[in-house]
């Protein structure tokens, strides 16, 4: 997906970070709609929106009935504007592409799962912290 090191710092005006994301979500009552056409049209739309909004996309997996989604993001993106952008997008495009999901009255759930991941452990970074008088 990425020619990038998932462990590679972003420099982005002042700040260097390094935020990795991995989200899950799904479509309404889990129902097992993402797959052949709409599973092709679905990852070309995350994509789309990955670049647009220069998120590096480190793993996807798009299975039937969810979506594993892990980013690499900048420091100015939060969790909850990156899947409002992306749910958004790629529902008000799969409805109207592909009609039998209008079946359901809407495509995503309004919720998601999201937990962060660095390249060093929460344990690390207290003994840091802890050690930084020392």
């Known amino acids: 997906m990425g020619s990038f090191s998932p462990d590679e710092y972003r420099h982005e005006g002042n700040a260097i970070s390094l935020l990795n994301y991995h989200f ?3 479509p309404k009552r ?3 709609v993402l797959v052949d056409v709409i599973a092709e049209r ?3 739309i995350i994509c789309e929106v990955c670049n ?4 590096k996309i480190v793993a996807m997996e798009i299975m039937p ?3 594993h989604l892990f980013l690499n993001v900048k420091p100015t993106d939060n969790p909850s504007q990156i899947m409002n952008r992306i749910k958004g997008r790629a529902s008000h495009h ?3 592409e592909f009609p039998e999901l209008l ?3 809407t495509l995503w759930t309004p919720s998601y799962f999201v937990s962060t991941a660095g390249n060093i452990s929460t344990k690390n970074v207290i003994e840091y912290i ?5």
């Not at 647009?52 to 998120?55: D, F, I, Q, Y």
């Not at 802890?130 to 020392?134: E, G, I, L, V």
């Open 103 to 105: 079946k359901l009255p």
């Open 94 to 96: 799969l409805r109207k």
């Open 24 to 26: 899950v979500f799904i």
């Open 65 to 67: 009935d969810h979506v």
């Open 52 to 55: 647009e909004n220069r998120w």
């Open 42 to 44: 679905l990852q070309q």
């Open 130 to 134: 802890a050690h930084q008088k020392d």
């Open 30 to 32: 889990r129902k097992k």
